[in-house]
């Protein structure tokens, strides 16, 4: 796009130098013979002028005539009378000359080597062509500063629409002073909150009837086994297939939802920590620099986990611009290496020196819309979708000063860092955590665990299956 913004203002000054430069170049060929032309009439007349003055005396002053031939040339005096005379060498076969006929008589010639014009117009035409040249570099400047005022909006906005397409709805206030631009800008960032709005609303809605589902299937369930110890066969036949019916559809809910976050995670894949980390820090250090501020980085050399890099780094560039706005002090990444063992989650805490979320918001953080100043609201839980669609979790840990904790899926070649591995900048080695380490104000997933289908016969079930 750069490319053909400048090209297309360089073809419009080649244009006008070819248009203006060309006619330019041959009229002050032209007009420099014309001054030529009148130089040598004026030296002329006034040499006419001085030999009227001396008509009374016998002989002409050569000397007083000598001052008005130019360096070079060559003045031929005729008179009636008189002997012919001149001032000044042969100029040569090539010669440019200019003649008065004198009023009494007489004939004046003035010649001067043709070089002399030439190097004159020669000149007056390498002064045209500087002239081009210096405004087609001044052209080509300007061509540069509009081509990147013009594409640098486009680029930005064409990588917000990017952004909104895989997914992340986050506003931006940067405008661009260009009417057109600023007006995509805010039809994207109303599309971001709208979109944000409504997948929210589906997202709520399938958890809700997940949830009122499993509810209601594991009722009947509880109904069809009190039935199944009935007296008469035919009775508990039919309860036995009930039952099948019903463990059937609560697999099929099963499996519908694992598709569902599977779909999710999808782009997931094996990351290491600290070059993402290392992204986050150029990005979110000098502006927190500009306010006296400082980004802390602590992570394991060789920490891996996984999940999309691109989802990551805006869920921790979610939290960190939150800590920026909201927060105060220092502002600190850490990765916290795993506790070996199955399920065993990596942690990534992000903090700040702040007074931290008040006691009546904490239940309610991550809600759309929840917000302590003039912000949309929507940052946090963007941040958590993010998150659980790689298959981790975000959560609160602490409310004052705030604490917040993402937790991913270690990799698979990820194993827990020994004490030289895992030391952050201060040189101190992060503690381990596990994943049964309790939030503060841990929401309740929107789906509740599935309820293992019972196996044994109708006549074995003694037990009622358990669900959240």
Request: glycine content about 10%; proline content about 5%; charged content about 25%.
């Amino acid at each position: 796009m750069r490319r053909r913004v400048l090209m297309s203002i360089l073809l419009v000054i080649a244009a006008t130098v070819l248009t203006l430069g060309l006619p330019l170049s041959i009229i002050s060929w032209r007009v420099v013979d014309d001054l030529m032309h009148r130089d040598l009439a004026t030296r002329l007349e006034s040499v006419a002028a001085s030999i009227a003055n001396q008509a009374a005396s016998s002989d002409i002053d050569l000397g007083q005539l000598a001052a008005a031939v130019p360096a070079g040339g060559r003045l031929d005096i005729r008179m009636a009378g008189r002997i012919d005379q001149s001032i000044g060498a042969p100029p040569g076969d090539q010669t440019y000359s200019e003649q008065l006929v004198m009023a009494g008589g007489g004939l004046l010639r003035l010649s001067v080597p043709q070089e002399y014009l030439r190097n004159e117009q020669w000149t007056a035409l390498a002064l045209v062509v500087a002239a081009v040249g210096l405004s087609v570099v001044v052209g080509t400047g300007v061509a540069l500063l509009t081509a990147r005022r013009l594409v640098t909006p486009l680029t930005d906005v064409a990588r917000r629409a990017a952004r909104l397409g895989s997914g992340d709805f986050r506003t931006f206030r940067r405008r661009y002073g260009v009417a057109e631009l600023d007006r995509v800008a805010d039809v994207l960032d109303s599309s971001a909150q709208d979109i944000a709005a409504l997948i929210g609303r589906e997202r709520d809605l399938a958890g809700d009837i997940s949830h009122q589902l499993r509810t209601r299937l594991t009722g009947l369930r509880l109904r069809l086994e009190e039935l199944a110890d009935y007296p008469d066969p035919q009775v508990a036949e039919e309860v036995r297939e009930a039952l099948e019916q019903t463990d059937r559809l609560v697999t099929v809910v099963d499996d519908l939802l694992a598709n569902a976050r599977s779909e999710r995670a999808s782009g997931a894949s094996e990351i290491t920590l600290v070059e993402e980390l290392a992204e986050i820090e150029v990005e979110w250090g000098p502006r927190l620099r500009a306010q006296g501020r400082t980004l802390t980085v602590r992570c394991p050399r060789e920490a891996q986990v996984r999940a999309t890099p691109g989802r990551l780094r805006e869920a921790i560039g979610v939290l960190v611009e939150n800590s920026l706005r909201h927060g105060a002090g220092a502002v600190g990444i850490t990765v916290r290496a795993p506790v070996r063992g199955p399920g065993s989650m990596v942690v990534v805490e992000v903090t700040d020196d702040g007074a931290g979320i008040p006691e009546a918001l904490v239940a309610h953080v991550f809600d759309r819309g929840i917000s302590m100043a003039s912000s949309t609201g929507i940052g946090l839980g963007l941040a958590r979708a993010f998150v659980e669609a790689d298959g981790g979790r975000l959560e609160l840990r602490r409310a004052s000063p705030p604490v917040f904790a993402i937790f991913l899926a270690v990799g698979r070649d990820g194993q827990a860092p020994d004490s030289g591995a895992a030391q952050g900048q201060d040189g101190a080695a992060p503690a381990p955590v596990s994943e049964a380490e309790s939030p503060v104000g841990e929401a309740e997933s929107p789906v509740s665990e599935a309820v293992s289908p019972a196996k044994s016969s109708a006549k074995s079930r003694g037990t009622s299956p358990s669900s959240r």
